[in-house]
């Protein structure tokens, strides 16, 4: 049982560049959820799913896409990647359904932009 | 709008007790979270709080009060493994503060 896992760990992009993030869980949870970390502001919501097919926007989601094709698999995907993009991301899972859902953290990835 | 406040930063002694606090505002309330984070990894789960009153576990309590938007957490016999930030989230943990360190000294 891996949990969640997140896929690259670190990446190094110029600015313009596009790429993927993969995050993968195991635990069969409806919720998923990416966020970025950036120093003093805490975790920031970019996009989630409550359930495969469905995506919803969070609290930063410009500059970024999402997909949840398979309830295990929730990709981000930065089109045109921009120095303001720098930041660690961590994608989260959850159970669906009343309001205790302690979310699962995947170990993050560190994404600097030139 | 929608807003968690939390001090930035920490310090306390080996052994001693801490008192981190919590203060949201936010138009939907369905509990409060805190999660550690140890530097460099991803936040665990700490607690869960619903109703007012404090929840207990071992050396970590929660204390909510819904009316004044309030929440601490404390924690007791500090080691020095405790170092680490303090995340306090609300509304379906969408809405996340931005965490306090808090450093532990010998």
């Known amino acids: 049982n891996a949990g969640v896992t997140q896929t690259p760990k670190f990446r190094v992009l110029k600015t313009g560049q596009s790429m993927t993030l993969l995050c993968a869980q195991d635990?069969?949870?409806?919720?998923m959820y990416w966020y970025r970390q950036d120093p003093g502001m805490g975790l920031r919501l970019i996009h989630y799913s409550v359930g495969e097919g469905t995506t919803a926007k969070g609290e930063v989601p410009d500059g970024y896409n999402v997909s949840r094709l398979k309830k295990q698999n929730f990709l981000l995907g930065l089109e045109s990647a921009a120095p303001s993009q720098t930041s660690v991301y961590f994608c989260?899972?959850?159970?669906?359904?009343?309001?205790?859902?302690?979310?699962?953290f995947g170990p993050g990835t560190r994404l600097t932009v030139l | 709008g929608q807003n968690i406040d939390q001090p930035t930063e920490m310090t306390a002694t080996e052994g001693a007790i801490v008192q981190i606090n919590c203060t949201y505002q936010?138009?939907?309330?369905?509990?409060l979270f805190w999660y550690q984070q140890h530097a460099g990894e991803a936040p665990t789960f700490l607690s869960y709080?619903?109703l007012d009153g404090l929840e207990e576990k071992g050396r970590f309590s929660s204390f909510l009060s819904r009316s004044k938007g309030y929440s601490y957490l404390l924690l007791k016999e500090l080691q020095m493994k405790d170092s680490a930030s303090y995340l306090c989230?609300?509304?379906?943990?969408?809405?996340w503060g931005a965490g306090t360190k808090l450093i532990i000294k010998p």
């Open positions: 635990m069969n949870h409806e919720y």
């Open positions: 936010t138009s939907g309330f369905n509990g």
């Open positions: 989260a899972s959850s159970t669906a359904g009343g309001s205790y859902n302690e979310q699962f």
């Open positions: 989230a609300v509304c379906c943990q969408l809405i």
């Open positions: 709080n619903v």
